[in-house]
C-alpha cells in the first residue's frame, strides 16, 4: 500500500490541508458537522493530543520494561475520536485492543488502559458504567459479541421507539485483519438477517500486522458489508469531521431499526502493530511519509487556525493537561502490583458458581502446600514479588 485509496466515493470533509470542503452528494454528513460548535470542534482537537500523549508515554514504559506489550494507535485518532464523538451515552463500544482514543472519550481512564499490557488485570473499567466492553485479544471475536448485544437490545424494546434518551446502538472496532476472519463474518450475517442495530467500524489502517490490504482483498473492505446487504459507506479516517458525520448518522439508523452499516475508515497506523513488530521490516519510508502529511491532528490544526478558533490559551491548557497525564501514567504504572493468584477465579460467571468454587480451594490448597514444602514454584514466586 503506498497511497491512500482516496477517490470520490471516500466521504471526506476536511483535506489533508486542513480546508473545509463541501460535496453536495455527502449533504447530510455536511450538514452534521456544519451543526458543531467551535467548543465541540476544540475537544475533539484536545482529545486526540491527549490520545497520541498516551500512546507515547505507553510505548516508552514498554520500552523500560514496564509493560510486556503495548499495541499503539498512532495515527489513528481521527478515526477513533470523530466515531466516539457521535455515541450516545446508552449506546455499547466493543473494542478490539488499540482503541486507546474511543475509551478515553468514554470516560475510561487511560491508566486503566495499562493494567492489561501490564499484566495485572483483565482490563479494569466495568462496561456497565462506561459503555466500553472489556478489549479483546482475539482478533475478530468481538464483532459477534456485539452483534449478539444488539440483538438484544433490539428484543429488550430499546430500539426505534423514538425516544432519543432510550433508543440505543452498538459499534464494533475492528481492523482490516479482522475482515479475513470467520467470526467476523459470521457477526456480518448474523446482523444483517437480525436487523441487528450495530456499527461494524473497520478501521483500515493498511496493515494486518506485516501483510497490506492488497493481500487480504480484492476489493474495498466495505464491500463485505455490501456482500451479505448491509448499507456501506467508506470515509477518510484521517479526517476527523467526516468520521464523526458517518458514524454519527450509521448509528441514528440503528437506534431508529434502520440495522446495521459497515464503515470502512481508511487511515494509517503511523507506529508499529506492537510493539514486538518492527514495521520497518516490511514498509518504506516513503509510505509513512505520504501518510504523515494527512496527519489528522494536524489536519484539525489547520482548519481551527484559519477559522479563528484554535486560541493560543486553550493549547496552553492541552499541552498542560497532555504532561499531567503523562506524568500521571509514569507514575501509576509503576505503581502497579500484581494481583492475589486466586483472583483469576473472580468474575468467571455473573454469579457465584460451585463449580468454581471448588477449582478456587483447590488452587489455594496446592499453592499453600508448595509454600510448606519450600519447593522452586514457591521460591520463584516469593523472589517475583519482591
Not at 39 to 50: E, F, I, K, N, P
Not at 123 to 144: F, K, M
Not at 162 to 185: C, E, I, L
Not at 285 to 299: L, S, T, V
Amino acid at each position: 500500500m503506498t497511497d491512500p485509496d482516496i477517490g470520490p466515493e471516500l466521504v471526506q470533509l476536511l483535506t489533508p490541508e486542513g480546508r473545509r470542503v463541501q460535496d453536495p452528494r455527502l449533504g447530510a454528513y455536511d450538514a452534521r458537522v456544519a451543526a458543531l460548535s467551535p467548543d465541540t470542534l476544540r475537544a475533539m482537537y484536545g482529545d486526540m493530543v491527549l490520545a497520541r500523549r498516551f500512546d507515547t508515554e505507553a510505548t516508552a514504559l514498554q520500552r523500560q520494561g514496564e509493560l510486556a506489550l503495548f499495541a499503539p494507535a498512532l495515527g489513528q485518532e481521527g478515526a477513533q475520536i470523530g466515531s466516539a464523538h457521535a455515541l450516545a451515552p446508552q449506546d455499547m463500544v466493543f473494542p478490539s485492543y488499540r482503541e486507546h482514543g474511543v475509551l478515553a472519550v468514554r470516560g475510561v481512564d487511560l491508566l486503566e488502559v495499562l493494567t492489561l499490557f501490564r499484566g495485572v488485570d483483565y482490563g479494569a473499567w466495568d462496561p456497565r458504567e462506561t459503555g466500553v466492553h472489556l478489549y479483546t485479544l482475539v482478533i475478530g471475536s468481538q464483532t459477534l459479541h456485539a452483534t449478539g448485544y444488539a440483538m438484544g437490545l433490539a428484543r429488550d424494546g430499546l430500539v426505534g421507539t423514538g425516544d432519543p434518551t432510550r433508543d440505543a446502538a452498538v459499534v464494533a472496532y475492528f481492523g482490516d485483519g479482522a475482515t479475513s476472519q470467520g467470526d467476523t463474518n459470521e457477526a456480518l450475517v448474523f446482523a444483517a438477517v437480525n436487523d441487528a442495530p450495530v456499527v461494524f467500524f473497520c478501521q483500515n489502517n493498511g496493515w494486518a500486522i506485516s501483510e497490506p490490504t492488497t493481500k487480504q482483498a480484492r476489493v474495498p473492505l466495505a464491500d463485505r458489508g455490501r456482500g451479505v446487504g448491509i448499507p456501506t459507506v467508506r470515509v477518510d479516517g484521517n479526517d476527523v469531521l467526516a468520521s464523526y458525520a458517518v458514524t454519527a448518522e450509521a448509528l441514528e439508523r440503528a437506534r431508529s431499526g434502520g440495522g446495521p452499516t459497515f464503515v470502512e475508515a481508511v487511515t494509517y497506523r503511523m507506529g508499529a502493530h506492537t510493539t514486538s513488530d518492527d514495521p520497518s521490516r516490511y514498509r518504506t519510508r516513503e509510505e509513512e511519509e505520504i501518510w504523515r502529511r494527512r496527519d489528522p491532528i494536524d489536519r484539525l490544526h489547520a482548519y481551527l487556525t484559519s477559522i479563528g478558533e484554535l486560541p493560543e490559551d486553550f493549547l496552553a491548557d492541552v499541552e498542560a493537561e497532555a504532561d499531567a497525564l503523562g506524568a500521571r501514567l509514569r507514575q501509576g504504572v509503576r505503581a502497579m502490583t500484581a494481583p492475589p493468584a486466586e483472583s483469576i477465579f473472580d468474575h468467571v460467571y455473573a454469579s457465584a458458581h460451585p463449580g468454581v468454587a471448588a477449582e478456587r480451594r483447590e488452587f489455594v490448597a496446592a499453592r499453600a502446600a508448595d509454600d510448606a514444602a519450600g519447593s522452586p514454584v514457591a521460591a520463584a514466586r516469593e523472589a517475583s514479588t519482591r
